[in-house]
């Protein structure tokens, strides 16, 4: 079992202003990109070591979205076109809906023309203060998102020939991480909330024409095979689980009480990295299926909302969720990241790193 980085973090930190104006510079200037680039996650290292992290990511500050890293480096996509989503602000006492698209749907058969992370590792690699967390998103994201009947059919007669084929491109880039010495590859795949929530799992019956079930345990298969791929003594393998994350919006709602039985027991992972820091993520009941060689990461500090939580309250939110898990088998986190897109969640910077301080000053008070 996994025990270390009892304070985890997703991923994803806020852009600082600079690189957002650099990367939305017209015309385009890699030069004066790279260059900020390499600034801003210089800064990001160094503040994660001043808070006393033991595991180091660069903020996802190379991409425009959490996913930006395949879909810059996987050719067959067309980014004139999106699949339509509906959002939820994070206003719980009074959501509003928003409209979103996702860019790029896949109108020819993909092909990875680089490797997806080539264009970081290198760089964390030689200044990194301590071992690196890579984040890929999971195969699973993308059919539902990439998938347009009419379109994508021509290059893929099914959701699931198009997954498998993504699955191949993954196990080459776990694989290669693995194979570099990158100590904690995590998956981001937030299209498991597709089986918690009651519509969303009405919207793969009507709109993918698949039964929810198959395609849940099809959607564990296709991660499972990636994990396979990067499985080495001392890597730690993980999947992040929430229910949507751009600009403090959300898609989905529902605990994980459908899919913990399954989810929990079947997915070949070392750590699950869990949404808790509001009602709509259920109870800590579903904890109960985590097995015992396994760590569950309570996601109970918010990237949404500015409000910084009560240590107090954290810790005895710890004790709740070892009601069902042992507490060493606890650690602890943000609920998702704080910039899943480039432009950020609504919250400032120095809220970001109150939060992130909290989380290490929490688990090392329920830890130490």
């Known amino acids: 079992m996994s025990i270390e980085y009892r304070a985890d973090q997703v991923g994803s930190f806020l852009r600082p202003k600079e690189l957002l104006e650099a990367r939305r510079s017209d015309p385009p200037n890699p030069e004066r990109l790279r260059d900020v680039e390499d600034r801003s996650i210089l800064r990001v290292l160094a503040k994660q070591k001043e808070l006393g992290f033991d595991i180091f990511t660069d903020g ?30 994070a206003a719980v006492a009074a959501p509003s809906l928003g409209r979103g698209r996702v860019a790029g749907v896949v109108v020819e058969k993909l092909r990875a023309v680089r490797p997806l992370t080539g264009h970081e590792l290198p760089f964390l690699k030689q200044h990194s203060p301590g071992p690196i967390k890579m984040t890929l998103p999971s195969a699973t994201q993308f059919p539902a998102i990439s998938y347009k009947p009419g379109r994508s059919d021509k290059a893929y007669p099914t959701y699931s020939a198009l997954l498998w084929d993504i699955v191949e491109i993954m196990k080459a880039e ?16 937030p299209r498991y909330s597709y089986f918690m929530d009651p519509k969303w799992r ?18 564990i298969r296709a991660d499972n095979a990636c994990f396979e791929a990067a499985r ?13 994350n751009s600009q403090s919006h959300w898609y989905a709602e529902g605990g994980y009480d459908a899919i913990a039985e399954k989810m929990f027991g079947t997915l070949a992972v070392d750590r699950f990295l869990l949404e808790y820091d509001d009602s709509r ?85 329920v830890w130490s």
């Open 174 to 189: 776990m694989a290669r991480l693995a194979a570099e010495g990158v100590k904690y590859i995590q998956i981001d795949a």
């Open 232 to 244: 080495q003594p001392g890597v730690t393998l993980a999947i992040h689980l929430c229910r949507g």
């Open 281 to 365: 993520s259920g109870t800590f009941e579903p904890l109960r299926f985590i097995p015992r060689n396994k760590i569950a990461v309570l996601g109970l500090v918010s990237s949404k909302r500015p409000e910084l939580e009560s240590a107090d309250e954290i810790v005895q939110r710890i004790k709740e969720a070892a009601k069902y898990v042992p507490l060493e088998n606890l650690t602890l986190s943000p609920q998702c990241g704080f910039a899943s897109t480039m432009e950020g969640n609504l919250i400032t910077e120095d809220e970001q790193w109150a939060k992130l301080k909290l989380v290490v000053e929490a688990a090392r008070h």
């Open 202 to 219: 009405e919207w793969i019956r009507t709109e993918m024409k698949v039964e929810p079930e198959a395609w849940f345990d099809e959607s």
């Open 60 to 89: 996802e500050f190379r991409r425009s979205n959490f996913m930006g890293d395949f879909t810059d480096a996987v050719e067959g996509f067309d980014f004139g076109d999106g699949v339509a989503r509906s959002w939820k602000t």
